[in-house]
Protein backbone atom coordinates (compact mmCIF):
# COMPACT_ATOMS: atom_id res chain seq x y z
CA UNK A 1 0.00 0.00 0.00
CA UNK A 2 1.38 3.52 -0.72
CA UNK A 3 1.70 5.46 1.91
CA UNK A 4 1.62 9.18 1.35
CA UNK A 5 4.41 11.78 1.95
CA UNK A 6 2.89 13.64 4.94
CA UNK A 7 5.59 16.78 4.47
CA UNK A 8 4.86 16.94 0.70
CA UNK A 9 1.13 17.04 1.28
CA UNK A 10 1.66 19.37 3.74
CA UNK A 11 3.76 22.01 1.71
CA UNK A 12 1.26 20.93 -1.38
CA UNK A 13 -1.61 22.08 0.33
CA UNK A 14 0.20 25.97 1.19
CA UNK A 15 1.94 26.20 -1.66
CA UNK A 16 0.72 29.34 -4.47
CA UNK A 17 1.33 29.17 -8.43
CA UNK A 18 4.54 31.47 -8.53
CA UNK A 19 3.40 33.14 -12.25
CA UNK A 20 0.85 33.58 -14.75
CA UNK A 21 -2.72 33.83 -14.94
CA UNK A 22 -3.16 32.27 -11.41
CA UNK A 23 -0.16 33.73 -10.08
CA UNK A 24 -0.54 33.16 -5.91
CA UNK A 25 -3.64 31.26 -6.14
CA UNK A 26 -3.13 27.77 -4.15
CA UNK A 27 -2.51 25.33 -6.56
CA UNK A 28 -5.34 23.32 -5.13
CA UNK A 29 -7.69 26.22 -5.66
CA UNK A 30 -6.48 26.51 -9.52
CA UNK A 31 -9.32 25.64 -11.70
CA UNK A 32 -9.47 22.19 -13.29
CA UNK A 33 -9.19 22.83 -16.66
CA UNK A 34 -5.76 24.78 -16.44
CA UNK A 35 -4.44 21.80 -14.71
CA UNK A 36 -5.52 19.39 -17.33
CA UNK A 37 -3.85 21.39 -19.66
CA UNK A 38 -0.51 21.16 -18.07
CA UNK A 39 -1.55 17.51 -17.88
CA UNK A 40 -1.92 17.59 -21.35
CA UNK A 41 1.04 20.08 -21.99
CA UNK A 42 3.24 18.21 -19.69
CA UNK A 43 4.08 19.39 -15.84
CA UNK A 44 6.90 21.38 -15.39
CA UNK A 45 10.22 20.08 -14.22
CA UNK A 46 10.61 20.06 -10.58
CA UNK A 47 8.81 20.77 -7.61
CA UNK A 48 6.12 22.83 -9.07
CA UNK A 49 5.71 19.97 -11.73
CA UNK A 50 5.54 17.34 -8.58
CA UNK A 51 2.56 19.42 -6.58
CA UNK A 52 0.39 19.98 -10.19
CA UNK A 53 0.70 16.53 -11.02
CA UNK A 54 -0.94 15.51 -7.45
CA UNK A 55 -3.29 18.18 -7.89
CA UNK A 56 -4.34 16.39 -10.78
CA UNK A 57 -4.56 13.52 -9.23
CA UNK A 58 -6.79 14.53 -6.38
CA UNK A 59 -9.00 16.81 -8.87
CA UNK A 60 -9.70 13.30 -10.68
CA UNK A 61 -10.28 11.53 -8.08
CA UNK A 62 -12.41 14.11 -6.25
CA UNK A 63 -10.36 14.87 -3.34
CA UNK A 64 -9.20 18.40 -3.15
CA UNK A 65 -11.08 18.44 0.20
CA UNK A 66 -8.24 16.49 1.53
CA UNK A 67 -5.38 18.98 0.45
CA UNK A 68 -8.02 22.04 1.72
CA UNK A 69 -8.27 20.62 5.15
CA UNK A 70 -4.63 20.29 5.03
CA UNK A 71 -4.27 23.70 4.49
CA UNK A 72 -6.66 24.65 7.31
CA UNK A 73 -5.03 22.09 9.73
CA UNK A 74 -1.34 21.77 9.17
CA UNK A 75 0.85 24.99 9.75
CA UNK A 76 2.70 26.30 7.09
CA UNK A 77 5.91 24.21 7.11
Known amino acids: MVQP ?5 IKL ?3 KMPFGKYKDRY ?3 LPEYYIVWYHNKGFPQGKL ?15 EDLVRNIKN ?5
Open 49 to 63: GDYLQTVYELKVNGL
Open 27 to 29: LID
Open 5 to 9: DKDFL
Open 13 to 15: AHT
Open 73 to 77: NFPRP
